[in-house]
């Protein structure tokens, strides 16, 4: 929301660059003007500029578009993106806060993998090496994964996987995990109750990219008492809130 400091031509400028972005296709500039709700010479002056500074684009029939050197920003920005950096401090605070080994992991060949880690505290830590490759039916990460797959998709991958029991508390029944997929929708968040390692339990929430896509979990991995107690309630409560805020820090907002 624009303030005292806000430079109203700059601002102008923005927004007709998300405007553009927004139409998908090249507009003339009575278009835009009436899009924007500005002066046809407005929009003009503001075009020429941005054209200058190859941001915007005009085609030989004079109607307008994002330029090259968007692009190339965008190249730069890419390439110096690191999501563990982005995402350690909110791994370090949420494995001091709960007392329990964190860790952010993304969805590759059927597979939950672990990018990042922060130990938990305490003498029993339970740990995942980078670069671990977790089963998507038994985890809490992969099945947070997998309950953001259209029912069909995550049917369609269930039936391919071969459902191995790891502990006696595996679910290998399709339709058992897909009644489950539904309520972790529901929810928010995805447990695992001792599924692929005895006497571990873990709780994974969702991060989103800037486009919405859920590209990667949030989550924390321990010895808990149980999935009842007290602790691992308030473990669920700020594994969520930390995916909120790295999801926040990576550019994404919520529709309300």
Same mark, same amino acid.
């Given at each position: 929301?624009?303030?005292g400091n806000t430079i109203r031509s700059v601002a102008k400028a923005m927004e007709l660059l998300q405007l553009l972005c927004d139409a998908g296709?090249?507009?003339? =500039?009575?278009?835009? $003007?009436?899009?924007?709700?500005?002066?046809?010479? #407005?929009?003009?002056?503001?075009? #020429?500029?941005?054209?200058?500074?190859?941001?915007?684009?005009?085609?030989?029939?004079?109607?307008? &578009?994002?330029?090259?050197?968007?692009?190339?920003?965008?190249?730069?920005?890419?390439?110096?993106?690191?999501?563990?950096?982005?995402?350690?401090?909110?791994?370090?605070?949420l494995a001091s806060e709960v007392g329990a080994s964190a860790m952010l992991c993304v969805h590759e060949g059927g597979r939950a993998i672990t990018?990042?880690?922060?130990?938990?505290?305490?003498? =029993?830590?339970?740990?995942?090496?980078?670069?671990?490759?977790?089963?998507?039916?038994?985890?809490?990460?992969?099945?947070?994964? =997998?309950?953001?797959?259209?029912?069909?998709?995550?049917?369609?991958?269930?039936?391919?996987?071969?459902?191995?029991?790891?502990?006696?508390?595996?679910? #290998?029944?399709?339709?058992?995990?897909?009644?489950?997929?539904?309520?972790?929708?529901?929810?928010?968040?995805?447990?695992?109750?001792?599924?692929?390692?005895?006497?571990?339990?873990?709780?994974? &929430?969702?991060?989103?990219?800037?486009?919405?896509?859920?590209?990667?979990?949030?989550?924390?991995?321990?010895?808990?008492? $149980?999935?009842?107690?007290?602790?691992?309630?308030?473990?669920?409560?700020?594994?969520? $809130? &930390?995916?909120?805020?790295?999801?926040?820090?990576?550019?994404?907002?919520?529709?309300?």
């Open positions: 929301m624009p303030d296709e090249p507009l003339a =500039l009575g278009q835009i $003007s009436a899009r924007a709700g500005l002066p046809r010479s #407005t929009v003009f002056g503001l075009l #020429t500029t941005m054209r200058d500074y190859d941001v915007v684009t005009q085609h030989a029939d004079g109607k307008y &578009a994002l330029g090259l050197r968007l692009f190339e920003y965008g190249c730069r920005v890419s390439s110096s993106w690191d999501i563990s950096a982005v995402t350690r401090p909110y791994l370090e605070h990018l990042e880690q922060a130990e938990g505290r305490g003498d =029993l830590r339970v740990v995942s090496e980078i670069g671990a490759r977790l089963p998507l039916y038994c985890t809490s990460q992969g099945k947070l994964f =997998l309950s953001a797959l259209p029912r069909h998709e995550a049917a369609g991958l269930l039936h391919k996987l071969q459902l191995i029991p790891y502990t006696p508390h595996t679910l #290998t029944d399709p339709e058992v995990l897909l009644a489950q997929l539904e309520e972790i929708r529901q929810n928010g968040y995805a447990v695992e109750n001792g599924e692929y390692k005895i006497g571990l339990r873990s709780i994974s &929430a969702p991060v989103y990219q800037r486009d919405g896509a859920l590209r990667y979990t949030v989550g924390v991995i321990g010895m808990f008492r $149980s999935v009842h107690s007290p602790e691992f309630h308030r473990a669920i409560g700020a594994v969520v $809130s &930390a995916g909120q805020m790295i999801s926040a820090a990576l550019g994404y907002e919520p529709v309300h």
